[in-house]
């Protein structure tokens, strides 16, 4: 047997069913190609040969989708193929609902008569006004030519044919929308058309109920979309009430009366539009846009709307008011409404701060957008479609004042007329027209899938194929229809920011275009002067700042001037401006972020010399911007207490008991925020550098200690049991040490000790899932600096058991271990987990890392050669040793050995000398005179200047190195975040190799000397 299929071009083959129609069909389009080989099998043998049927499933945006809708119609109407196959037109427009739209489709399945309303030369044709009001008033039983016209009643029965006879003049107008027969323009149009016949349906069904509001005159003035042409596909339809005494009521007719009958008029209107039947709801129908909101009455005279509008108005009241529009019910009453309205509209610029109301307001929109949906979101997002609406929306009321010819409802003509008189330029609006055209494209494809009010774009990959086919993209739909959104997105994003404050910039400018290319120059020059690298760089962020869509212009107006004198005097001005325009973007809108550098100098003065110096810092705030508000004072600034950041943590993984990895991000965004404040601390001189290392090594322990609980939680989750063995990390290395830096890892060995009744190999099992899953969490991609848990320093180091119990340690160490195993030791540290088992590991050490008579000659002359092979060995190649703070003469190794052999030598029969600290360490070798003070005083004052270099080194380049760079540039960098002035580079390097020099001095006599 075989099946005809049209390939590609249109062409037909013949293939055997059996071998290839499922996968031919899956290469046509279709996602199964073996459930569309069945659906179109039952189809029957004429639809199976029907290539045209064919070529239009496969045409569609959603062929799988398209097929199914078809297959249950043909279930409900078998004489639809026949239809199809004879009317060309009824298959392209049914085939092409059916392929975007499943609720069309099941609405077509539940009323298959109306896919009778695709058929013939009507099906192209577009329907008027009057003929959609005429067909939605009879569908509910009135007669249109009656003045006030009244349906039957307010029956379930009478509201479910006003829904089904709206909905199938919706599939009528989206037919003729996904095939082309009709512009963006005129599907809104009708949308609105349709909205407002559907309103007067509704309209007449409330004066069936309330006969006796007979005489009252009602308005119902269409809002937003509604009110502007320009409707989507599933929307809130926006209306303000107005109402008066019907003409035969007399002079002096009573008002009162009159408002409170139009409002029961006006909530059945809005009940038969939006309650829910057996054919669903309509839309919802808000009037929360009226003079108070919803706190104000629902109806109002004319009088009262132009009383409130004229006295207590808001300005974005009157923005709302540039789309009101007369869409149902008394159509003079309505035109004396709306230009009423138009005298106060129009006016409406000259208010105090009109301009930075319409702004706010933007703000206060895009701010209550959902995080999580902010970039997806086509309407309210960045480069939505808010974006443009409001930018024209501003120029229109700022220039329509004095210029007629901008004063349109519609978004599109409202920009083409702003083109043609000059307000924006051709190019822009021809990308901002372009851009918003496809944004309401999406939309529309969007919102006809189900007929949900939405405008989030899907994430499957399914829903974005069905949307980019629906836009006639077929290579690549899912690549294509993103890369044009993203793009489109972009550019509305970047021409709104451009446009939405020109209006207030110009005015206070007032400069024409030659005078303003001047003031550019000069700016540059005066930036250069400044000592700015890149000025027309600098020049840019400056303009981004001031014409953003967020606070930049206030912050202009008052800081900006201020504040580029302070990036000036920074290491790195260029880069202290990019930084703040990124923290800016962050926080822009944010209320607080604002007040706080307005009212607190020394803030704005700290952020400038810290994002002037610091790419760490500025990373760090990059993705935790709420931690400028802690640059307010130095109480702000100083170190947590660790049991208070570890309660932190720790009530922070219990907030996600059954989700290790959010656990474990939340604590990581917690020590992301605590580095900032270390950072500033640090460069702001609040900390030592002692201080850095301690509080650095407390924070890596509170979030290894925090992992771990989460770690302890997913295995015992996961093994269904509880761990079954007590479970300790020691610190070691510089953690140990309490002296870590920026770009340390965690040094750690792991502990375990099953309980009693738990099989030992079992509790080990236990005890390594714990210990990877700890180091898995850790590693887990995070925009924070990472904390790399490093457990190379354990017996056998990579080759050895990554956990071992107490026995196991006990009986390595008593048997296998050598030299530079002790000394290792020297700086272990209980750190997490369980600290009765950290401090038994920790005794247990003891003999080793403190030997009662000290270590012997031979261990001492094995020690001697292991740091002298080091030296020569583990320095990178090509590395300066006199510039190498780790590795190189005088450095940290140098001077961390001498503090570890005394240790070694003395610690057994000298309490005070058990410290995993080097200054410590140091200084106690002084107090038991095993160490002279000159020669400690050289040996720390090394130490600290390396480390503090090394830590610089982080700060200023966004990355741990252990050389001091040769870069001119960057070595001026890192000398300024140490302190130097400006031209301190030299003075700088001769401090470090003379310090270095007289260190390696002491380190020869004392570490290899006798």
């Known amino acids: 047997m075989v099946l005809a299929i049209g390939d590609e071009e249109g062409a037909v083959e013949t293939v055997p069913r059996m071998q290839t129609t499922a996968g031919r069909l899956a290469r046509l389009g279709f996602a199964d190609g073996a459930r569309a080989e069945r659906l179109l099998d039952e189809l029957g043998p004429e639809a199976v040969g029907d290539v045209a049927l064919l070529d239009s499933l496969v045409g569609a945006a959603d062929p799988d989708l398209a097929l199914t809708s078809l297959n249950r119609l043909a279930e409900r109407d078998p004489s639809v193929l026949g239809a199809l196959r004879s009317d060309p037109g009824l298959r392209d427009r049914l085939l092409g609902v059916f392929g975007v739209s499943a609720a069309l489709g099941d609405h077509v399945v539940r009323h298959p008569e109306h896919r009778r309303l695709l058929e013939g030369e009507a099906a192209a044709r577009r329907p008027s006004q009057e003929e959609l009001r005429t067909d939605l008033l009879l569908a509910v039983g009135a007669e249109p030519d009656e003045p006030g016209p009244r349906a039957r009643d307010a029956s379930t029965e009478t509201l479910s044919a006003l829904r089904v006879a709206y909905r199938g003049r919706l599939l009528h107008l989206a037919a003729r929308d996904v095939i082309g027969e009709a512009s963006l323009a005129e599907v809104t149009a009708e949308l609105s058309a349709l909205a407002g016949a559907a309103l007067e349906a509704g309209l007449a069904v409330a004066r069936s109920e309330h006969p006796e509001a007979a005489g009252v005159r009602l308005a119902v003035i269409g809002m937003g979309k509604c009110g502007a042409r320009e409707l989507n596909y599933i929307s809130d339809v926006d209306v303000i009430f107005v109402a008066e005494p019907g003409e035969d009521a007399g002079e002096g007719a009573d008002e009162t009366q009159a408002v409170r009958l139009a409002t029961r008029l006006a909530q059945g209107m809005m009940r038969a539009c939006s309650a829910t039947t057996p054919e669903g709801a309509l839309w919802e129908v808000d009037a929360a846009l009226r003079p108070e909101g919803k706190a104000g009455p629902l109806v109002r005279t004319l009088a009262s709307h132009q009383a409130y509008y004229r006295r207590w108005a808001k300005t974005w009241e009157f923005q709302a008011l540039l789309k009101a529009r007369p869409v149902a019910g008394d159509p003079g009453l309505g035109g004396r409404y709306v230009a009423a309205m138009n005298e106060m509209v129009w006016q409406a610029a000259t208010r105090e701060k009109f301009v930075e109301d319409v702004q706010a307001m933007r703000r206060r929109v895009e701010a209550h957008v959902r995080v999580e949906e902010a970039e997806r979101q086509i309407k309210l997002g960045p480069g939505g479609l808010r974006d443009i609406e409001f930018a024209v929306q501003l120029l229109q009321l700022v220039h329509g004042r004095l210029d007629p010819m901008l004063r349109r409802r519609a978004t599109l003509p409202a920009l083409a007329a702003l083109s043609r008189g000059g307000y924006v330029g051709r190019d822009d609006a021809k990308a901002l027209a372009e851009a918003y055209s496809f944004l309401r494209q999406v939309e529309h494809l969007i919102q006809l899938h189900r007929l949900r009010r939405t405008h989030v774009v899907p994430e499957g990959e399914g829903d974005l194929r069905r949307l980019g086919r629906g836009l006639g993209m077929t290579s690549d739909p899912v690549g294509e229809f993103t890369t044009r959104w993203r793009r489109h997105a972009m550019e509305a994003r970047r021409l709104h920011e451009k446009l939405f404050y020109r209006p207030l ?207 302890i939680a997913k295995v015992e989750m996961e093994r269904r049991t509880p761990l079954g063995t007590r479970f300790a990390v020691i610190a070691m290395g510089r953690l140990g040490g309490l002296e870590c830096s920026y770009g340390s890892d965690a040094d750690v060995m792991f502990v375990h000790e099953p309980l009693p009744e738990v099989p030992e190999k079992e509790a080990t099992d236990a005890a390594h899932a714990v210990a990877n899953e700890l180091r898995r969490l850790l590693a887990l991609p995070a925009p924070d600096p990472p904390l790399t848990v490093d457990p190379d320093l354990r017996p056998e180091g990579r080759q050895g058991p990554l956990v071992r119990t107490l026995a196991s340690y006990a009986a390595y160490y008593g048997r296998w271990s050598s030299p530079w195993e002790a000394q290792a030791l020297l700086r272990a540290r209980f750190c997490a987990g369980d600290a009765g088992l950290g401090v038994a590991l920790l005794h247990l050490a003891d003999p080793l890392r403190y030997p009662p008579e000290g270590v012997s000659d031979a261990a001492v002359l094995q020690i001697r050669k292991l740091k002298a092979r080091m030296e020569a060995e583990r320095l990178p190649r090509g590395a300066d040793p006199t510039l190498h703070t780790k590795l190189g003469r005088g450095g940290l190794s140098d001077v961390e050995w001498v503090a570890q052999l005394i240790q070694l030598r003395h610690a057994g029969r000298l309490p005070s000398l058990r410290t995993t600290r080097t200054l410590q360490a140091l200084r106690a070798a002084v107090a038991e005179k095993l160490l002279d003070p000159a020669d400690e005083a050289v040996l720390a004052e090394a130490w600290c200047f390396a480390s503090r270099i090394r830590d610089a080194i982080v700060l200023v380049k966004g990355r741990a190195a252990d050389s001091i760079p040769a870069d001119v540039r960057e070595r001026a960098l890192i000398a300024r975040a140490l302190g130097y002035p400006p031209e301190g580079s030299e003075d700088f390097m001769n401090d470090y190799l003379r310090v270095t020099r007289r260190a390696r001095t002491v380190v020869e006599r004392v570490f290899y000397g006798d």
């Not at 100083?638 to 059954?658: C, D, F, I, M, Q």
């Not at 656990?663 to 702001?684: G, H, I, N, P, Q």
């Open 505 to 711: 910039l110009q005015a206070v400018a007032r400069l024409p275009e030659s005078e303003d290319r001047l003031s550019t120059a000069a700016a540059q020059a005066r930036l250069e002067a400044l000592g700015y690298t890149d000025p027309a760089g600098a020049l840019r962020h400056i303009s981004a700042l001031t014409s953003g869509v967020s606070r930049r212009a206030a912050i202009q107006r008052t800081l900006l001037p201020v504040m580029l004198g302070w990036f000036a005097d920074a290491p790195d001005p260029d880069a202290g401006l990019l930084g703040f325009r990124q923290v800016s973007d962050k926080l822009g809108a944010t209320a607080w972020y604002l007040r706080l550098l307005r009212d607190e100098t020394a803030v704005a003065a700290r952020l400038a010399r810290l994002l002037g110096t610091s790419r760490y810092a500025t990373g760090l705030l990059m993705h935790a911007p709420e931690a400028v508000a802690m640059l307010g004072s130095d109480t702000e600034l100083e170190p947590r207490r660790p049991e208070a950041l570890l309660s932190e943590a720790r009530t922070v993984v219990g907030r996600h008991p059954h989700q290790a990895e959010t656990a474990v991000a939340a604590v990581r965004a917690l020590r992301r925020k605590e580095l900032f404040r270390t950072a500033v601390a640090d460069l702001d001189g609040i900390i030592d550098i002692e201080r850095v290392g301690q509080t650095l090594s407390h924070l890596n322990d509170v979030t290894i200690q925090a992992a771990l609980d989460a770690a």
